[in-house]
């Protein structure tokens, strides 16, 4: 494959999904990998579309809610808004948004293998800047062209650590916006992942794919306010007669404990992958205004759809 070919393929790639897949700012946390990292002085590029499917987010944003956030959000333009428990729920909802939101997610990445049994990578993922590092211990190396020891039905494993940024906003979405108009919803986050990768080969090196699967664990860091305009406790409240207080910046991190399968799909220089990853995370309890708290947890499912690129390094072993 020459190198006018190989960098018309990326241009391609990157132009072709950048349209598409420009719907998201979530952190990634599909999994996509293999057991076998990428080979020394090899490139693989590749996007991948996914849809975040939190059950407990769900659970918070019902029909009834959003239609209280739209009625309340244009009463709270011209008049003052008491506090209640609906209030209480907009701002479980939001919460629960900023930590998993129902929504695509999507990503263009970029892998390099640096010395065997090693990559490094990059992902962009609209809004969201991601570094990882992979270390494959067990399995030959090698690359299609030269496979080596590697044969169908190899198995390989590898271990990665990943880190994600971004500022988290409420996607721009009616219910969402109200809430935001009502509430002053701010807040950032840091993502830190460790995938354990299995896979056996499709082909010698992965030559037509491979089909992966294991385990995961992820952290998040969290960091939160709630500015509220003419939001107001009225006469006979629990609480303080006058205006609500903000909610300063608040820190809280979680972990969460996932499985994954993926299968790729292709043949020495193009692959599909079809993947599924599923979460359970305990968020823990957070603090809303008004000095009240929220507890939350559930389980997340992530399916995902990617294209993936192999560009064969320039040397030959």
Same mark, same amino acid.
């Given at each position: 494959m020459n190198t006018i070919f190989s960098r018309r393929w990326v241009a391609g790639l990157l132009a072709g999904c950048a349209g598409l897949l420009a719907v998201g700012c979530t952190a990634p946390r599909a999994i996509v990998s293999t057991g076998k990292v990428t080979p020394r002085g090899e490139f693989r590029v590749g996007g991948n579309l996914a849809f975040n499917v939190p059950t407990e987010t769900i659970s918070?944003?019902?029909?009834?809610?959003?239609?209280?956030?739209? /009625?309340?959000?244009?009463?709270s333009a011209n008049d003052t808004v008491r506090y209640n428990g609906t209030i209480e729920k907009l701002q479980i909802a939001a919460i629960a948004y900023a930590l998993d939101p129902v929504r695509p997610s999507s990503d263009l990445y970029l892998r390099y293998g640096v010395i065997d049994r090693l990559d490094v990578g990059y992902k962009y993922a609209f809004g969201s800047h991601v570094f990882d590092a992979m270390y494959q211990f067990l399995g030959p190396v090698g690359s299609v062209e030269n496979p080596g020891a590697s044969r169908p039905g190899t198995t390989y494993a590898s271990i990665g650590l990943q880190y994600a940024t971004q500022r988290t906003k409420l996607p721009s979405i009616p219910f969402l916006d109200d809430v935001n108009t009502l509430l002053g919803f701010r807040? $950032?986050?840091? /993502?830190?992942?460790?995938?354990?990768?299995?896979s056996q080969s499709l082909g010698a090196?992965?030559?037509?794919?491979?089909? $992966?699967? +294991? #385990? #995961?664990?992820a952290h998040t860091f969290l960091r939160y306010g709630l500015t509220p305009g003419?939001?107001?406790?009225?006469?006979? $409240?629990?609480?303080?007669? +006058?205006k609500v207080p903000e909610l300063p910046t608040v820190r809280q991190n979680f972990g969460s404990y996932g499985i994954?399968?993926?299968?790729k799909l292709g043949?020495?220089?193009?692959? #599909?992958?079809?993947?599924?990853? #599923?979460? &359970?995370?305990? &968020?823990?309890?957070?603090?809303?205004l008004n000095n009240q708290t929220a507890k939350l947890s559930g389980l997340t499912f992530i399916p995902s759809l990617g294209l993936q690129f192999r560009i064969p390094g320039s040397s030959r072993r």
């Open positions: 918070k944003a019902g029909s009834t809610l959003k239609s209280a956030a739209r /009625d309340l959000a244009q009463k807040a $950032s986050r840091h /993502d830190l992942l460790v995938p354990l990768v299995f090196e992965e030559e037509i794919g491979a089909i $992966s699967y +294991g #385990v #995961v664990y003419n939001l107001f406790n009225g006469p006979g $409240s629990q609480f303080i007669t +006058g994954f399968f993926n299968a043949y020495r220089y193009a692959y #599909v992958i079809p993947a599924l990853s #599923v979460y &359970y995370q305990n &968020y823990g309890e957070y603090r809303l």
